[in-house]
């Protein structure tokens, strides 16, 4: 299976349009590639590279986990790279729109960007993201050139895993955090790179009763829909997310 021309299933797509309110920011003006965070400062700064899920980076139920990581990372001395895939398309969410292969050019495209930025210490960029971003991290370490990494850390929350192969880039060490009972990215779909990836490179964490997007705290723990069922897990979301100081 191409991994380019993977797209997104209709049920993933479903489970984002159905539970999330769509409360798009403010477009990024033209002087800028992509929106960003800086922290105060005139030293270098590691750099985070913020992935949406396929909605984008929207607020559920009136509260905005991106921001919140986003406004948690610049307190601790990141520079937060916001790597709006959407956004830049005029798109509202990823269905059948954009594959998992452009959202990875699009994080390359971002990291090259913040490596070229005078307060970025280009060896210490991370990229974060979430389902359909996460399968967007599989992508851009799958197509990684050779010779100093774009980024060097990358953290993956229950990532859509379709098809993901095992990437051949060992300067970069990588968490992925899963729900062992998420059913609208089932954790066995990542076992290609859980178990193909050198335990030295990719630590895989499968938390217990934690369902698909379990640290989004403005949802009810159980929530049922036709895609199948969400919901928040406080436990799994704590220890998933830790100090943000850890990635530098």
């Not at 899963?178 to 290609?192: F, N, Q, R, S, Y």
Request: with cysteine; glycine share 8%.
């Amino acid at each position: 299976m191409r991994f380019d021309r993977l797209r997104p299933s209709a049920r993933m797509a479903a489970a984002y349009a159905a539970v999330l309110s769509l409360t798009l920011p403010a477009q990024t003006s033209a002087a800028e590639l992509f929106r960003l965070l800086t922290p105060s400062g005139a030293s270098r700064h590691p750099a985070v590279l913020l992935v949406s899920g396929c909605s984008g980076f929207i607020a559920v139920n009136g509260v905005n986990l991106y921001e919140e990581r986003a406004a948690e990372l610049q307190a601790a001395g990141y520079v937060v790279v916001f790597v709006d895939y959407l956004g830049r398309r005029n798109l509202k969410n990823c269905s059948g729109q954009i594959s998992r292969i452009q959202v990875g050019q699009d994080i390359l495209e971002a990291a090259a960007w913040a490596r070229a930025r005078p307060d970025v210490d280009p060896a210490r960029i991370s990229a974060i993201g979430w389902s359909y971003g996460g399968g967007g991290v599989i992508a851009a370490l799958t197509a990684m050139p050779p010779g100093a990494p774009a980024f060097a850390k990358a953290v993956m929350y229950y990532p859509d895993c379709r098809g993901a192969v095992p990437w051949s880039v060992t300067t970069v060490s990588a968490v992925v955090h899963l729900g062992a009972i998420d059913e609208v990215a089932p954790p066995a779909l990542c076992d290609g790179i859980t178990k193909g990836v050198p335990a030295d490179r990719l630590r895989a964490i499968t938390y217990p009763n934690a369902r698909h997007a379990f640290d989004l705290r403005s949802l009810p723990e159980r929530t049922q829909y036709q895609f199948g069922t969400i919901g928040y897990n406080a436990e799994a979301a704590q220890a998933s997310w830790g100090r943000p100081p850890s990635l530098s």
